[in-house]
Protein backbone atom coordinates (compact mmCIF):
# COMPACT_ATOMS: atom_id res chain seq x y z
CA UNK A 1 0.00 0.00 0.00
CA UNK A 2 0.96 3.66 -0.84
CA UNK A 3 0.68 6.48 1.32
CA UNK A 4 0.63 10.11 0.23
CA UNK A 5 1.02 12.82 3.42
CA UNK A 6 0.60 16.11 3.94
CA UNK A 7 3.71 18.11 4.29
CA UNK A 8 4.78 21.81 5.16
CA UNK A 9 6.78 23.17 2.39
CA UNK A 10 9.86 25.00 4.62
CA UNK A 11 11.89 26.31 1.60
CA UNK A 12 11.36 26.51 -2.52
CA UNK A 13 14.12 26.15 -4.34
CA UNK A 14 15.03 25.98 -8.16
CA UNK A 15 11.26 26.35 -8.49
CA UNK A 16 10.87 22.72 -8.95
CA UNK A 17 12.08 21.42 -5.95
CA UNK A 18 10.66 22.29 -2.14
CA UNK A 19 12.24 21.23 1.15
CA UNK A 20 9.07 19.79 3.18
CA UNK A 21 8.73 19.01 7.14
CA UNK A 22 7.50 15.65 7.37
CA UNK A 23 5.17 15.93 10.75
CA UNK A 24 5.58 18.31 13.98
CA UNK A 25 8.93 16.91 14.32
CA UNK A 26 12.87 17.82 12.60
CA UNK A 27 12.22 14.99 9.26
CA UNK A 28 12.49 16.87 6.24
CA UNK A 29 12.72 15.49 2.80
CA UNK A 30 13.15 17.67 -0.94
CA UNK A 31 9.81 17.18 -3.17
CA UNK A 32 9.33 17.89 -6.74
CA UNK A 33 6.87 20.19 -7.89
CA UNK A 34 6.63 19.25 -11.03
CA UNK A 35 3.48 17.76 -11.53
CA UNK A 36 1.96 20.45 -9.38
CA UNK A 37 -0.11 22.80 -12.17
CA UNK A 38 0.62 25.85 -9.79
CA UNK A 39 3.84 26.20 -7.59
CA UNK A 40 3.34 26.42 -3.95
CA UNK A 41 4.54 29.07 -1.88
CA UNK A 42 6.54 28.87 1.79
CA UNK A 43 3.88 27.92 4.44
CA UNK A 44 1.72 25.75 2.01
CA UNK A 45 0.85 22.47 2.47
CA UNK A 46 1.43 19.60 -0.41
CA UNK A 47 0.54 15.99 -0.62
CA UNK A 48 3.62 14.12 -1.32
CA UNK A 49 3.44 10.31 -2.82
CA UNK A 50 7.21 8.84 -3.39
CA UNK A 51 9.02 12.06 -3.63
CA UNK A 52 6.50 14.32 -5.57
CA UNK A 53 4.20 17.12 -4.54
CA UNK A 54 0.99 15.92 -6.05
CA UNK A 55 -1.32 18.24 -5.01
CA UNK A 56 -1.68 21.82 -2.66
CA UNK A 57 -4.43 21.28 -0.03
CA UNK A 58 -5.62 23.86 3.17
CA UNK A 59 -4.17 23.91 6.68
CA UNK A 60 -7.24 22.59 7.91
CA UNK A 61 -7.54 18.88 5.36
CA UNK A 62 -3.69 18.77 5.76
CA UNK A 63 -4.23 18.60 9.73
CA UNK A 64 -7.85 16.74 9.61
CA UNK A 65 -5.54 14.27 7.32
CA UNK A 66 -2.50 14.00 9.87
CA UNK A 67 -4.74 13.85 12.95
CA UNK A 68 -6.76 10.29 11.04
CA UNK A 69 -2.98 9.09 9.95
CA UNK A 70 -1.46 9.46 13.86
CA UNK A 71 -4.90 7.57 14.56
CA UNK A 72 -3.95 4.67 12.55
CA UNK A 73 -0.85 4.91 13.34
CA UNK A 74 -1.93 4.29 17.53
CA UNK A 75 -3.67 1.30 16.29
CA UNK A 76 -7.30 3.32 16.79
CA UNK A 77 -10.25 2.79 14.57
CA UNK A 78 -11.61 5.84 12.16
CA UNK A 79 -14.89 4.95 12.34
CA UNK A 80 -15.62 5.90 16.07
CA UNK A 81 -13.77 8.97 14.90
CA UNK A 82 -15.69 9.90 12.30
CA UNK A 83 -19.21 9.00 13.41
CA UNK A 84 -18.42 11.11 17.03
CA UNK A 85 -16.89 14.22 15.46
CA UNK A 86 -19.66 13.88 12.10
CA UNK A 87 -16.78 14.04 9.53
CA UNK A 88 -16.57 12.38 6.95
CA UNK A 89 -13.47 10.63 5.01
CA UNK A 90 -13.31 11.79 2.06
CA UNK A 91 -11.18 9.78 -1.18
CA UNK A 92 -9.42 12.14 -3.38
CA UNK A 93 -7.54 11.11 -6.68
CA UNK A 94 -4.27 12.91 -8.13
CA UNK A 95 -6.24 15.56 -9.62
CA UNK A 96 -7.67 16.48 -6.07
CA UNK A 97 -11.19 14.69 -7.28
CA UNK A 98 -13.29 13.55 -5.07
CA UNK A 99 -13.62 9.76 -5.91
Do not use: W
Amino acid sequence: MCLAVPMLVTEITDDVLARCQVGEGNAYITASLLLLPEPPRVGDYVIVHAGFALHIVSPEEAEESLRLLRRIADGGDLLPSLKEGGGSLVLKNQAGEEI
